[in-house]
């Protein structure tokens, strides 16, 4: 089993509709976590961070639930420019573990 | 401008040679580190540096070298003794010790090996 584990999608939305990713994490000492977006041939850029337990920054949401061990990424009214692929991470003594990523498309 | 530099954009060498990845940052942090991306993966850890003259083994690390003699820089030399070294490489860097040690990625190289 992977340490961190996504849906790769992808996840095919219309314009507008509220979209959710999960990603599950198997190493009960990750202290902290992150959402990260990628676009097609390029690097990953940060999009939040996650230390406690959520993180609100305009349409998105990311929470963090401890006891089952995994967090979430809540896109509200998504848009075309949000079509990329987005990768979780959990932080382990001074090192990030990557998720594989789940690819998101939004439709007009 | 601050941010994390990596050279060449794309790389094209043959089977058999050893070949030098550039990473620079101007952004003061301690922190750096090597990734490796295949198509449609995640991200694996190839080495990791949290001070200067000093770097840890990641998950991928065989076949790679890398050295730390100042700040700032952080390049990895591809050996000929990785077996499948095509791939897109990434550096990225972050802070130590806040408890807000986020990383930042440079644009990457893509390296084609034939």
């Known amino acids: 089993r992977k340490e961190v584990e996504q849906d790769p999608g992808p996840f095919n939305v219309p314009e507008g509709a509220t979209v959710a990713f999960n990603c599950t994490y198997s190493n009960s000492a990750s202290q902290s976590f992150f959402w990260y977006r990628q676009d097609c041939r390029k690097e990953p850029k940060l999009l939040m961070s996650?230390?406690?337990s959520g993180n609100e920054d305009g349409r998105f949401t990311a929470q963090l639930n401890r006891a089952s061990q995994y967090i979430s990424l809540l896109i509200r009214d998504s848009k075309l420019s949000d079509s990329a692929t987005y990768l979780c991470?959990?932080?382990?003594?001074?090192?990030?573990?990557f998720g594989q990523g789940t690819t998101l498309q939004v439709k007009p | 401008d601050g941010g994390i530099t990596q050279s060449p954009k794309y790389l094209f060498r043959k089977e058999g040679q050893n070949v030098t990845l550039s990473c620079e940052q101007n952004l003061n942090h301690d922190a750096m580190y090597w990734y490796r991306q295949d198509p449609g993966q995640g991200l694996r850890l190839i080495y990791y540096?949290?001070?200067?003259?000093?770097?840890q083994k990641g998950d991928i690390a065989e076949g790679y070298s890398v050295s730390r003699e100042k700040k700032e820089s952080f390049p990895l030399t591809v050996t000929s003794a990785q077996k499948n070294p095509t791939a897109f490489y990434l550096c990225a860097s972050s802070t130590t010790g806040t408890g807000k040690d986020e990383q930042y990625f440079g644009p990457g190289t893509r390296l084609t090996v034939t």
């Open positions: 540096s949290q001070i200067v003259n000093d770097f």
């Open positions: 991470a959990g932080r382990r003594t001074g090192k990030l573990i």
């Open positions: 996650v230390y406690s």
